[in-house]
RNA sequence: GGGCGAUUAGCUCAGUUGGUUAGAGCGCUGUCUUGACAUGGCAGAGGUCACUGGUUCAAAUCCAGUAUCGCCCACCA
């Protein structure tokens, strides 16, 4: 093995080790409960940005662990077509050739972006097996599929057929640049500052003016009312009134209706139901005219004054503001703030707009899936995703699905000359289901349905759904959804609610909701702020240049370069050195903590890969005494402190194997991470290996020799799996290398069964902790006394348990020799003050080293009297709180005992430092 | 306007139903190249747990309020 770890060398072929041995694969034959992890489907045509991969991460980790555990385990992949996202890719790439997709036509425009599929569709998969991704390849899928057609189209059906989906002409809102509807969802609603016009309509009768107010004053050219609320005393005889609309010389009347604010403005509201969609309620409610005066592309149509028509709206707004003022209508202008809705994909600002577009009657659907999740069929982690939840599914509206795009599941409905509309599952259903003729001319519907239509069904689409499959029978419904919190309501709730109506069970058990990775500094990281992070740029490393470079081209705004580049020079003067997979796993997985927002801080993924080459140390380390085959028979107990010091470990991994595999088992990856670090760190290499060496020399007896290189072998296989989820190919390198000695027949470290708790060892857990407390006392004292570190120590001890700790220290002398330099230990009767000596306390003992002409007295007085400050402050909490009766009597009897212990040990403590002391200031005196 | 979350060491974060002296990593200080590892060892320094009040024998933890920051939803033209 190399002296340091390299993951460049490892990580690849253990992946195509992996794929060739289909370890990856399901095993549908064995009988015990399944575990099934649906892959998010990213878009086909997408990269794989940091928060894929913390997600992968997790997702793989978790595949890991349930199939080491024998079950059937299924991480189900695939990709999504991405309606309007992909078409945009595809457009654009048109565009640059000076085509539009009308240029071309629907089919050869489909074409194109099939084209654009199979060029671009395998960047994902390529990543994430960088990643390590334990995903069933051979069973991947794609929304566009013919299988997962089939599905979406039973469903459209189905719903239709029980009225659960109708068309109907409503506002939608309306995104001028794509030319499609937008579901409520995909509008964001931004603030912005704009203006507050206040417009004179003057009465019919010539008796005055009212003022309206707005903030698209071009919609007046579709008002056809003005309303006031019905008990508003200022405005009670002008309900009825006529008003001519300045501009189009139409008359509007004013009405009375609930809707308006009278505390708002003036207390009268211009009323354009075709363009707002509270103005639409209120235009239903009165039987109002309904004028349209936008085309699709927002520019004003045959509807208004010819001198507005054609216009973009934008451009008609300042005529119209114009017009307005010239004619004396405008009587003022106020800045105002604003929400603006814009198109989560374009950016355009989207409008209201009339439309024939498909619904989804979407409460009959909403109900069971709040029970689902208020009666614990589903869990959200962390919970309190519950009220948001609850919150957006009790005030659900009806869902807008027909795009108006080329791309994706063409809507089945069929229309005939007559304006009729026939849903089936073809054509040929359409004629058979209607008894149409052969020749009644039909044309299909020329929209397609939301991506998140088709990704609502993917838990059981995928597995093969509306067939009965094994696969479905087997993983559905599946255990646990990894996602993050901004596609709850897109994808999480819709797929709980299309479950339970098509398969009449939760899609998924757990939801488990992560944040976002976020910079170093915390910031989100986007392509126009240049702070983005590429997942294998950390695992393979990038030069600054190539960095520099990757984040600075094609910029939205060229001049933010200058400001990136010196953020990146700052962050990464030397690039990013490449860190390896493994180390990248376990950052995400330590970064996951409940529900918030995570730091990518490269010092960390070094941190860790710190960790990985202390790993592989130790691995090399025991490999080097592990030559040979180990004798794997159960070795019987013995108490000699060569065996304690294994049953020390291996306690010392019972206990991580419990924590480890409670906190994965609850979602907490930071808190199993922590504990697979602490024990392999602090515990394993820095005590056992340590305290290993004697038993594994030359000189230790053949029977410790052979338990230690036993228990050595087994503990580090049993760590080796526990990591495995974790870090993936430095546990499966090194474990091949462990397989001869431990006669292990599995191929891979994926086949072994997790580590199971055993039981603690408490005996030995207590003596080891002693041997620990006492090498760092000494060791302590012999720093702060700057005492070479090599250079032996004669010790003198006294101690309140002499008998228990006497038989200790001869036990374990050859471990205080070594690692605390202990030369020799002799015992004192009385807790007497040694003269020129440091002293030191260890549980119960009192430590005098001796310094003969070393002793720097007033350091030593420094040292002692510090510690005597804190003690004495220990001492009188304690002493408060013992004395205070209220505690004592309401305080459990454990608490108050483990107090009062304390207390002694504090004041046995001080009464050693008080002598020694005394001691060291009459030595000083004398001087 | 409604809802959610955050505030703990220089930085990034843990702290489970209240109960030792509030922890970790990174960074920092000192020291050491000892045959697993300098991507390291050993030993340290560093905290008014945002603020105010309350409950309790006991509060980082529970309650109320305040401040700052962040996010989500709904928006009065």
Known sequence: MDKTYQPQAIEQKWYSYWLDNQLFSPELSIDKPSYCIMLPPPNVTGNLHIGHAFQDTIMDLLTRYHKMQGHPTLWQCGTDHAGIATQMVVERQLAAQGKSRHDIGREAFTDAVWDWKAQSGGNIRQQMQRLGASVDWENERFTMDEGLSKAVIDVFVELHEEGLIYRGQRLVNWDPVLHTALSDLEVINHDEQGNLWHIRYPRSDGKGHITVATTRPETMLGDTAVAVHPDDERYQDLVGVELELPLTGRQIPVIADEYVDPE?????????????????????????????????????N???????????????????????EE????EKTDKHQMAVPRGDRSGAVLEPYLTDQWFVRIEPLAKPAIDAVRNGDIRLIPENWQTTYFNWMENIQDWCISRQLWWGHRIPAWYDNEGNIYVARSEAEVRSKHNLSEDLELRQDEDVLDTWFSSALWPFSTLGWPEQTERLNTFYPTSVLVTGFDIIFFWVARMIMMGLKFTGKVPFRDVYVHGLIRDAQGNKMSKSKGNVLDPLDVIDGIELDALLAKRTTGLMQPHMQSAIEKATKKDFPDGIPGFGTDALRFTFSSLATQGRDMSLDMARVQGYRNFCNKLWNAARFALMHLDGEIDNKPLGGSDSAADQINHWVRSRLA????????????YRFDLATQALYEFTWNEFCDWYLELSKANLSDSASPAVRAATRQTLAQVLEQLLLLLHPVIPFITEEIWQKLRQPLGLYEHSILQRPFPQ????DTSAERQIDWLKQMIQAVRATRTELNLAPGKPLPLKVWSEQRDADEQLINDYLPWLQKLARVESVSWLPKPETQEQCASARAGHMQLFIPLAGLIDVSAE???????????LQQQAQLTGKLSNDKFVNNAPAAVVQKERDRLEDVHAELAGIEEQLAQLNSMRDSD
């Open 861 to 871: 007085i420094d040292r002692l009297t510090k510690q005597q400050q804190k003690v």
């Open 327 to 330: 004619a004396g209508y405008l």
């Open 757 to 760: 708790a055993t039981e603690r």
């Open 264 to 300: 708002f403005g003036s207390g009268c509201v211009k009323i354009t139901p075709a363009h707002d969609f509270n103005d639409w309620d209120v235009g239903q409610r009165n039987s109002l005219d309904v004028i349209n005066i936008l085309n699709p592309d927002a520019t004003l």
């Open 655 to 666: 206990h991580t194997v419990a924590e480890v595999r409670r906190h994965f088992d609850q």
């Open 302 to 324: 045959d509807s208004v004054p010819e001198k507005y028509r054609g216009l973009d709206r934008i451009e008609a707004r300042r005529l119209v503001v114009a017009d307005l």
